[in-house]
Each structure stands twice: as C-alpha cells, then as structure tokens.
C-alpha cells in the first residue's frame, strides 16, 4: 500500500513543498545520483516545488503531513543551500513522466554542480535537436523536482536565464549558490 505524505521545509527559495510515498515495503532503484533502493518503510520523493511554481503541487485532502519522512531530504536541502554539499542521493519516486520526460530528466541529472548546458545540448543528448528543444524545454519545464533534478543548470544557447518553473529570480539564486552563471 502506498500513502502519499507531505512536508514544508524553509528554504533561501520560500517555503518548499516536499510530497513523497510511503511504501510498507522495500523499494527498488530511483535514487538520485546512486540508483539505490529506498529502506523498507521508507518514503520516495515524488515532488519538490516552490511557492507560485507553475504547475507545483497542491496538498490533497487524502495527503498525510509528515515531517519526520523527510528528516534526510531536508537535511540534504540544508547542506546544498548552504553549500556544504553537491549533489543530492535521495530515494525517488518512480514512474512519473512520460518515457520522453524521463530521457531529459536523466540529462538533468547528469549535469555537473557548477556547470550549464543549453536547451539545445539537452536536446542533442536525447537525440531531439532542431525542432525538438520545444519539447526538450517542455519536458524540463515539467521537471516535479526542482533543485533535486537541476533543471536550474538549463540556459539558453546565449548564457541567458530562460523558462523557469520556479522563476528566473530562484534559477538565479540556485546558479549562484552553485557559482555558475547568474
């Protein structure tokens, strides 16, 4: 059985809202940057959105707060912001998105702390280029993972800061903490 569970963590980017599931059981793969299962009872990120996220998720009736779920997720957030840490290994939900959606936010995932790539190199990299950056851009832009999956670390083919679910204000931020362009 798998419940969905919510939390609120404080964050330099406004109130986060953290929604995952709760299994009963042992999962299987889906973390980011290790491929890890997550502990037996444990939760699976499905969602990190900021206030006024185009598309961020909205607490249901039927969603349970849990802070304690996301002690680690939050601790992770903590170290990132403060920039003590690099990278996030954090059990995810798994799937979500279509098979597209997946493809580009594996690229997501492969992009260096510090670094940017352009909407056209994602596109490329999923063997989309040319017409497809619109639907690489699509894809990123449905990215229900903000910060975890660094959606942040896409930038138009200029260097500049284009099309952010959680605004140009937070993806500038985000690329400053990590000493990238912003």
């Excluded at 959606?101 to 690229?107: D, F, G, P, S, T």
Aim: net charge neutral.
């Amino acid at each position: 059985m798998t419940r969905t569970v919510y939390a609120r963590v404080e964050s330099p980017l406004g109130e986060l809202l953290l929604v995952g599931e709760e299994t009963a059981g042992a999962g299987t793969g889906g973390a980011a940057g290790n491929g890890e299962a997550a502990p037996a009872g444990g939760v699976r990120l499905r969602s990190l959105s900021v206030p006024g996220q185009k598309g961020g998720a909205v607490v249901q009736d039927d969603w349970r707060p849990d802070p304690e779920a996301f002690a680690e997720v939050a601790r992770q957030l903590e170290a990132y912001f403060a920039g003590r840490s690099t990278r996030f290994d954090v059990p995810l939900a798994e799937g979500l998105g279509t098979e597209f959606q997946r493809r580009v936010w594996a690229v997501l995932e492969s992009i260096p702390y510090g670094s940017t790539v352009s909407y056209g190199e994602v596109a490329a990299r999923v063997g989309a280029s040319g017409a497809g950056v619109r639907a690489v851009g699509t894809a990123i832009g449905r990215n229900p993972l903000l910060v975890v999956r660094p959606c942040h670390r896409v930038i138009g083919a200029d260097g500049a800061l284009r099309g952010y679910a959680g605004g140009l204000e937070r993806k500038k931020l985000l690329l400053g903490i990590e000493g990238g362009a912003g």
